[in-house]
Nanobody
C-alpha cells in the first residue's frame, strides 16, 4: 500500500513563509509526476503546482513567483516552498503522486493517482 506523508503546514501571518514536504513510502520505486493541490472551505480542490521526474514544472497562476516546487527523486519526496503568503492561500494542501512504480510480486506494479492525508495551511491577515 502506498502512503504519502505530508508535513510542514501551520499558521503564519500574511507575508510569511512555510515549507511543505511529502514523502512516499518505501514500497515506492519511482514516481513520474508529483504535485500539490489545495482545497479551501466551500471550494473545489485546485492544482497548486506539479513537477515530473524530468523536472518539468507547472504552477497555478495564483502562486507563480511566490511558490517553488522541488523534488528529490532518490527519496521520492516533493517539497513546496511558499513565500509571500496571503490569506487566500489558506486551505488544506494535499500531496499527489501519479504513475508510481511500487514493489509487488512477481514484478513491480504501476499505480495511478495517490493522495496524501492533507496538511492545513492558515494565513492570518
Amino acid at each position: 500500500q502506498v502512503q504519502l506523508v505530508e508535513s510542514g503546514g501551520g499558521l503564519v501571518q500574511t507575508g510569511g513563509s512555510l515549507r511543505l514536504s511529502c514523502a512516499a513510502s518505501e514500497s515506492v520505486l519511482s514516481i513520474n509526476r508529483m504535485g500539490w493541490y489545495r482545497q479551501a472551505p466551500g471550494k473545489q480542490r485546485e492544482l497548486v503546482a506539479t513537477i515530473t521526474d524530468a523536472g518539468t514544472i507547472h504552477y497555478a497562476d495564483s502562486v507563480k513567483g511566490r511558490f517553488t516546487i522541488s523534488r528529490d527523486n532518490a527519496k521520492n519526496t516533493v517539497y513546496l516552498q511558499m513565500n509571500s503568503l496571503k490569506p487566500e492561500d489558506t486551505a488544506v494542501y494535499y500531496c499527489n503522486a501519479d504513475q508510481l512504480w511500487v514493489v509487488a510480486e512477481p514484478r513491480p506494479k504501476l499505480l495511478f493517482g495517490s493522495w496524501g492525508q492533507g496538511t492545513q495551511v492558515t494565513v492570518s491577515s
